[in-house]
């Protein structure tokens, strides 16, 4: 009877290792557009394209309201630009976990990537899931999320002499630009590490005994650094910017975050940006391609890889934002003595001027393309133009691409 009783208990407790689910840890990191400034309100824009409407479908719940997750929960820390009064929201995903603007642990009715990313993680994994997104708007690769192996960030000359030429203080500026060199990389790493020191904390189905597991990083970032003619020098063309130190700064950044986090083959997706489409200037395309580069890197063979978000712009909402912007030109040529203006020699009042503008944008604009626009787009174009359509299909890309990550990764 003994050594049937320990033969049921070894069974037992095989029966019980085998059923154990580790909790799926997905970190979710980047700028504004991880933020994420598509409004729910845009949500009914993604049913007008038989292509997208089953995806719709899987946002709402059969009362039309936004989906709340099965098994899945997110912790999202975010606050001002500086990083000051950091915040940190919580709780089972649903909308709501985009931008926060200046209440982060308040629901700003907005949502990111992490939306679909989690619902199809939902879908797709039996044991539960746990979203931890760091995000802040405005926030370079090379300076305040820089990692560590980069090292802190030094002026070239020639921006040495840009700064002598203001009558900067140089040895100042210098300080001030290491002390803001992986400034958020720190609070990304930080948060993840407090959130994983308890993670019962936000995600009531997480059993001790089981575990967990860091199983995808998630990086959408980038329009700072595209813009930035300063860290970015012309290249060889003297057309398009040498990106080639993003590169170089973005597999640091996929070695230190594995290392940080003690997951040596954590799989990496980078979210190349996809601002402008497909149709996009030659340097924003040089950018991309800088972006994606480290996927092809030997060393992250079949653990990283770059899902294209061009693909996702729609570029409908895009030409109304376009017309948008020629009426911004034109209510300024109203308010100048511009030779290319209507109101060249001044004569024209205020009241003139406003009757004129509204005339203009009536010609513009039509009613539908108002109609269009209201249902779909709620920011700026370098914020995808707040469309949750590019954001929900972003989202399920990248989640997608995970999960072929840990499907074909290595025993």
């Known amino acids: 009877m003994k050594h049937l009783a320990t033969f049921f208990l070894a069974a037992t407790c095989s029966l019980s290792h085998a059923d154990a ?6 970190i979710l990191a980047g700028q504004s557009n991880m933020e994420g400034h598509a409004t729910v309100e845009t949500f009914d824009y993604i049913g007008d394209d038989p292509a997208t409407a089953p995806l719709l479908k899987q946002m709402r719940d059969p009362e039309g309201k936004p989906a709340v997750a099965d098994h899945t929960w997110i912790s999202y820390l975010t606050g001002h630009y500086e990083g000051h009064a950091n915040g940190e929201g919580i709780g089972k995903l649903t909308a709501g976990f985009g931008a926060r603007g200046s209440s982060p642990t308040q629901d700003g009715n907005k949502i990111g990537p992490e939306f679909t990313f989690g619902l199809t993680m939902d879908a797709a994994l039996k044991e539960p899931v746990l979203l931890i997104k760091t995000a802040w708007g405005g926030r370079s690769l090379n300076t305040e999320f820089r990692p560590p192996s980069a090292g802190p960030y030094v002026f070239s000359d020639a921006q040495i002499e840009h700064l002598k030429k203001q009558g900067k ?4 500026e210098k300080a001030k630009k290491v002390g803001e060199s992986g400034r958020f990389y720190r609070f990304m790493i930080e948060h993840v590490k407090s959130v994983l020191a ?4 936000v995600c009531p189905a997480y059993e001790p005994a089981d575990g967990y597991e860091v199983a995808g990083f998630i990086w959408l970032q980038g329009f700072n650094d595209l813009v930035d003619g300063n860290t970015y020098p012309m290249g060889p063309d003297g057309k398009t910017r040498d990106y080639s130190k993003y590169s170089e700064w973005l597999a640091d950044l996929i070695r230190d975050v594995r290392k940080d986090l003690n997951a040596s083959k954590m799989p990496f997706v980078i979210g190349v940006l996809g601002v402008d489409g497909l149709n996009a200037k030659a340097n924003t395309i040089s950018f991309r391609e800088a972006m994606a580069t480290p996927a092809s890197m030997p060393e992250f063979k079949g653990n990283v890889t770059a899902v294209q978000t061009a693909p996702f712009w729609s570029d409908e909402l895009a030409s109304i934002d376009q017309k948008h912007a020629t009426i911004k030109q034109m209510a300024y040529l109203l308010r100048v003595k511009d030779k290319n203006g209507p109101n060249k020699d001044g004569s024209m009042d205020e009241a003139r001027q406003t009757e004129y503008l509204k005339n203009f944008e009536a010609e513009t604009i039509s009613s539908a393309e108002v109609a269009l626009w209201k249902r779909g787009a709620s920011n700026a174009g370098y914020h995808y133009l707040g ?10 890309a990248f989640a997608e691409a995970n999960l072929s990550l840990l499907k074909n990764r290595a025993p």
């Open 198 to 201: 308890n993670p019962k904390r």
């Open 169 to 172: 203080d140089i040895e100042a």
């Open 387 to 396: 469309c949750a359509k590019t954001f929900a299909l972003m989202g399920r």
């Open 21 to 26: 689910k580790p909790l799926r840890v997905f």
